[in-house]
């Protein structure tokens, strides 16, 4: 059993809800977060699913841009499950859109900025205040594949995912002699029911394949394994790393 709990930023659905079902696989009692009230069967399905498998986690709602919800939450999770060990930020909006540039307005930057990048910050910040000196401690920031491969369409969103690797990067160096680890993962097109979004779905998967080095299509799972791994003691001398997992289809 691991010494402390774990907390997943949007877990309700698709890879966060992934990784929550797999770190209460490993033995982490698990925080699951979800944004908005449309969530909250989602997030109490992946609960019930934990539950159901013999792990242990709770649910909770808050806007990770606000740092007076953010605050309560981690106080709740502290009480409710032990202060945290492993924090997972993947919450973020705008995932499955592909608005231009030149048609991206300061309201929109910021509604993304806010949750993808501002979130990060503030859910670190009460992460180094409410996690336990002496546990085994990481932090995993969700980046995306776009900031290798300058993807048009979402600039807001891409530019928040790289600052979290730079951002990543100082946390190692600050955190890292109290045995905190930051890294980043950037996943690829992992499938999802979002990506209908984006239009023909089978266009889209051909078009994903014919670019990876791995012809099969990447699935939640995918980036859950990889994240067990880097909150594993396995990992240990593991930190400031942004790995991509993309079935091949960037290369760093």
């Known amino acids: 059993m ?17 990784i929550a079902t797999r770190l209460a696989a490993d033995g982490f009692p ?30 909770y709602q808050c806007d990770v841009s606000q740092n007076n919800e953010i605050e309560s939450m981690f106080r709740a999770i502290t009480s409710d499950l032990g202060a945290p060990s492993v924090l997972v930020n993947n919450a973020a909006t705008s995932v499955a859109s592909a608005v231009t540039f030149r048609e991206i307005n300061e309201s929109a930057w910021d509604e993304v900025s806010d949750t993808n ?3 990060v910050f503030l859910c670190c910040k009460a992460f180094d205040k409410y996690s336990t000196t002496g546990t085994y401690r990481s932090i995993i920031n969700i980046s995306s594949i776009r900031v290798s491969i300058g993807m048009e369409g979402n600039s807001h969103y891409t530019a928040a ?14 955190l890292g002699p109290s045995e905190i680890r930051v890294n980043a993962i950037l996943p690829g097109a992992i499938t999802t029911p979002d990506q209908a979004a984006y239009g023909d779905v089978a266009a889209l998967h051909k078009m994903i394949l014919d670019a990876q080095s791995l012809k099969r299509l990447g699935m939640p799972v995918d980036i859950a394994n990889l994240v067990s791994f880097l909150v594993s003691p396995d990992a240990a001398f593991i930190t400031g790393q942004s790995i991509l997992c993309d079935g091949g289809w960037a290369f760093q």
């Open 30 to 59: 698990v925080a699951i977060n979800y944004y908005s009230k449309n969530e909250q069967s989602d997030a109490q399905a992946v609960k019930k699913e934990i539950i159901k498998s013999g792990g242990k986690a709770e649910i």
């Open 117 to 119: 990048l501002k979130g």
């Open 2 to 18: 691991n010494s402390g709990s774990a907390v997943i930023t949007g877990a309700s659905r698709n890879i966060g809800a992934a």
């Open 161 to 174: 995912k790289a600052a979290l690797i730079g951002f990543g990067r100082v946390l190692a160096r600050e």
